[in-house]
């Protein structure tokens, strides 16, 4: 079993430290929310006061953080070197450092190469799966980086993932992450016009998801989100705020690889209108309310 600090214990991060808890490793975690590190605690894992207490005996560092800045203070530390100074300050040589979050494939490749410098061992790994996926250890793992350390990954991988695939060099993970933040996105815009369209031609909407969810359109969202989407239930599991940072990394990602995606670029401005509707803080499901907006058939 690892010595494992886990930095970033909010609605995905807090249950893959439990999880790695619960599967023997000593676990330090640390959160700029107490709350967090105190269900750590709760959990039987133990808690830090900064970056540096955290990391400081760790064989393994893993983050989950929200936006690249987040990434990076925490990595660097802030323009001063930081109170703590960061990881990198802070880190033995040697350390695998596995970075879960969502960011722009540059700042993966920034930290990875600062991490190289000093001797660290670094994997940008964002995951797909949302907070159930989290909570159920079933996440899907798209690694970036070299093929030695994504073997040394594969024991904390198989703690909170199902499928986990290495993707290519450093960066890569997120370029796949993109892709499927794209196609997530995509699925919940096309649902909520399908949910539109039945209950506007007076069908039953239930049973025509349950149809279609049996056939060549079945998909993990219907699945799992049908149900709540007629309802109009939007307690977040990922919040429109997030996928907006995210659509913004894959429409970043398309220039970078000098591509067009149209459909992408669509859904982008769906997303960012759920959110300039006041609809951030709601799951990503919500880009219902939008459709149903736009065509007149706003719901109670």
């Not at 219907?222 to 239930?233: E, F, G, S, V, W």
């Amino acid at each position: 079993m690892s010595k494992i600090a886990f930095i970033g214990l909010g609605i995905m991060g807090g249950p893959m430290a439990g999880h790695l808890v619960k599967a023997g490793h000593e676990v330090t975690g640390y959160d700029v929310v107490q709350a967090g590190v105190d269900r750590l605690v709760a959990a039987g894992g133990a808690g830090a006061s900064s970056v540096a207490e955290a990391v400081a005996e760790a064989e393994i560092v893993i983050t989950m953080l929200p936006q690249d800045e987040h990434v990076e203070t925490v990595v660097f530390g802030d323009g001063e070197g930081g109170e703590d100074g960061g990881i990198l300050r802070n880190a033995k040589p040697g350390v695998l450092l596995i970075d879960f979050s969502t960011i722009k494939p540059e700042t993966s490749i920034k930290v990875a190469a600062a991490g190289r410098e000093l001797g660290l061992r670094v994997l940008d790994a964002p995951v797909s799966g949302g907070e159930k996926g989290a909570v159920d250890a079933v996440l899907s793992i798209m690694a970036g980086g070299s093929a030695e350390d994504f073997e040394a990954a594969k024991p904390i991988f198989e703690v909170v993932g199902r499928t986990f695939e290495r993707v290519g060099d450093s960066g890569a993970g997120q370029y796949v992450k993109a892709a499927n933040q794209l196609i997530v996105g995509g699925t919940y815009a096309l649902v909520a016009e399908a949910i539109v369209l039945m209950e506007a031609a007076g069908v039953d909407a239930k049973a025509g998801l349950d149809v279609i969810a049996g056939g060549l359109a079945a998909s993990r969202i219907l699945d799992l989100k049908r149900d709540t989407m007629l309802a109009r239930q939007f307690e977040p599991g990922f919040r429109i705020d997030l996928h907006h940072k995210d659509m913004g990394i894959a429409s970043a990602a398309a220039r970078s690889a000098e591509v067009s995606l149209p459909m992408t670029a669509l859904v982008a401005q769906l997303i960012a209108a759920a959110r300039a509707k006041g609809y951030g803080s709601l799951d990503h499901s919500a880009l219902l309310k939008v459709v149903e907006d736009l065509s007149g058939r706003t719901s109670a």
